[in-house]
């Protein structure tokens, strides 16, 4: 059996939420111990930059420029990360020789799978150095420059937790900025891609009527009348009649037109069409799931919950759906620092299973 590595995950979502911190000890296969867990929520000034970071990020051809804000972007962000790691760590009491790596997802700001092109800030070898200990970053990469899509990267950790599980086969639907969803059949063959918008159109609809970054407790949303011809408008985008996999830039329904509509019946709709999607995704499972759970921030709007019915919580189901992200990017850390893939062919469409990821090492004295 291979060492239990103790792991910290870092996961920075497309729904500009805050730092995710998630500690797990596992051999990078079956065995998972998960460990405590929080988030380091960003405030308005940091929320404003990575908005700005994201938009200065259209423009760019190669993974490696730094245009505009985006070198001052990733500084910051990297110290907000660092400081995220050494609160959790001084709070359990955690020294850096006691972590073996961190997984440190950075803050995807570009993604555009059909040119080859994904973009995450964040400094691995400067946060590596904060921390004194392994650093393993850019995970997407290598399996973009192969010809995949670079996401969803979490259905691997999907397949472990499932273990404990009898029902096959069983589907996690991840919504966060955008929504995805991980199909496990009965020999454990994955399936695995993004179904549309998550978080990511509701939160900013929020924001730019009530001032608050997101729908909290649903309240525009169960308030509002649903406008089905906008949902047709957007399934008419093409990315619902591509097969999986196939993943989505969290800005790929920034298009869609919901003029004239008041803010509660933009965000009910907002939420309908999620569901839909999601709905939609079923065409695409080789067999129906006999379990969902659901995890992600989506899953405490109660306008999204109460239009999935049989669906189930992480927590419904002894998870922590809020950890399960930067729990994934500490077992993919360990994957990564064991050469195990971390991508496969039904996951993002990569050509074979690949690994992925770069290591930074700190500075020895």
């Known amino acids: 059996m291979s060492k239990l590595l103790t792991a910290i995950g870092l996961m920075s979502g497309t729904s500009l939420d805050g730092i995710d911190v998630a500690m797990l000890r596992t051999d990078g296969e079956a065995i998972v111990q998960r460990g405590d867990f929080r988030t380091f929520p960003y405030d308005s000034a940091q929320r404003s930059l990575l908005k700005d970071a994201i938009e200065n990020a259209r423009t760019l051809m190669d993974r490696r420029e730094r245009l505009g804000s985006l070198a001052e972007a990733e500084r910051q962000l990297t110290e907000w990360h660092a ?84 029902e096959r086969p069983i589907a996690f639907l991840n919504i966060g900025g955008v929504a995805n969803v991980t199909w496990i059949g009965k020999d454990g063959n994955l399936l695995a891609f993004d179904t549309g918008p998550g978080n990511a159109l509701l939160n900013d609809w929020a924001m730019r009527h009530t001032g608050n970054p997101q729908d909290t407790d649903g309240s525009l949303a169960l308030r509002g009348k649903v406008f089905d011809s906008v949902i047709e408008a957007a399934l008419a ?53 006999r379990r969902w759970i659901v995890c992600g921030g989506g899953r405490h709007n109660p306008a999204i919950m109460s239009v999935l019915s049989g669906f189930e919580t992480a927590e419904e189901a002894g998870l922590d759906g809020d950890a399960m992200e930067a729990e994934a990017w500490a077992y993919l850390a360990v994957r990564s620092l064991r050469q195990l893939p971390i991508t496969y062919p039904g996951t993002t469409g990569a050509p074979r299973p690949i690994t992925g990821g770069v290591l930074a090492l700190p500075e020895r004295p």
């Open 83 to 166: 400081a995220a790691v050494e609160s959790f760590s001084e709070e359990l009491g955690l020294t850096p020789a006691e972590i073996d790596v961190v997984g440190f997802h950075g803050q995807t700001v570009l993604h555009r799978p059909e040119n080859r092109l994904t973009v995450q800030l964040g400094d691995g070898p400067t946060l590596a150095r904060r921390l004194g200990c392994p650093v393993v970053y850019d995970l997407r990469a290598a399996d973009v420059a192969a010809g995949g899509q670079g996401a969803p990267l979490v259905p691997i950790y999907h397949r472990a937790l499932a273990e404990k599980f009898d």
């Open 237 to 289: 985008f093409p990315f619902f009649d591509q097969p999986p996999p196939k993943s989505l830039d969290r800005d790929a329904f920034k298009g869609l037109s919901l003029e004239g509509l008041s803010p509660e019946d933009g965000a009910a709709t907002l939420v309908a069409f999620t569901k839909t999607a999601i709905m939609l995704s079923h065409d695409w499972f080789p067999a129906m799931p």
